[in-house]
């Protein structure tokens, strides 16, 4: 007698368990399209492999001490101008790696004027990697 008024109980927490499963990364039907893995290290890879491939480029011109300190001077002007801003991601780079579409997406401070124009965009080292199954 005792069983049968906790049958419903234990049917209810085997059920549970199974669409708990089946709704995770890590169940058979999902095993394709939702996989764990460590997109940085993909990532990284990626990047290393475009660096060696424009290791041939030129590089950017030498640029003067006196061009760099008035430019240092100009940037400080802009900056007392606009001391807020706010940090939005960008898009920076979007490839294929293993099957999947990987998106790069990077942090900027967008500093801007009174009149809402955009001064200046000073990306930081926070980056977002979205990745996409491509079927």
Same mark, same amino acid.
């Given at each position: 007698m005792?069983?049968?008024?906790? =049958?419903? =109980?234990?049917g209810? %927490?085997?059920?549970? +368990? +199974?669409?708990?499963?089946?709704?995770s990364?890590?169940?058979?039907?999902?095993?394709?399209?939702?996989?764990?893995?460590?997109i940085?290290?993909?990532?990284?890879?990626a990047?290393?492999?475009?660096?060696?491939?424009?290791?041939?480029?030129?590089?950017?011109?030498?640029?003067?001490?006196?061009?760099?300190?008035?430019? %240092?001077?100009?940037?400080e002007?802009?900056e007392v101008?606009?001391q807020?801003?706010?940090?939005? =991601? =960008?898009l920076?780079?979007?490839?294929?790696i293993?099957?999947?579409?990987?998106?790069?997406?990077?942090e900027?401070?967008?500093?801007?004027?009174?009149n809402?124009?955009?001064?200046?965009?000073v990306?930081?080292?926070?980056?977002?990697?979205?990745?996409?199954?491509?079927?």
């Amino acid at each position: 007698m005792k069983w049968k008024k906790s =049958m419903p =109980m234990i049917g209810l %927490a085997i059920t549970l +368990l +199974l669409l708990i499963y089946l709704e995770s990364p890590y169940s058979l039907i999902n095993e394709e399209h939702a996989r764990v893995s460590s997109i940085p290290n993909e990532v990284l890879l990626a990047e290393a492999q475009s660096a060696a491939e424009n290791e041939n480029e030129p590089s950017e011109p030498v640029v003067s001490n006196d061009e760099e300190s008035a430019e %240092a001077d100009s940037q400080e002007s802009e900056e007392v101008e606009a001391q807020d801003f706010t940090l939005e =991601m =960008m898009l920076e780079e979007k490839s294929k790696i293993d099957g999947y579409i990987v998106e790069t997406y990077r942090e900027y401070e967008i500093y801007k004027n009174e009149n809402g124009e955009v001064i200046k965009k000073v990306p930081t080292s926070n980056f977002d990697y979205i990745r996409y199954y491509d079927k």
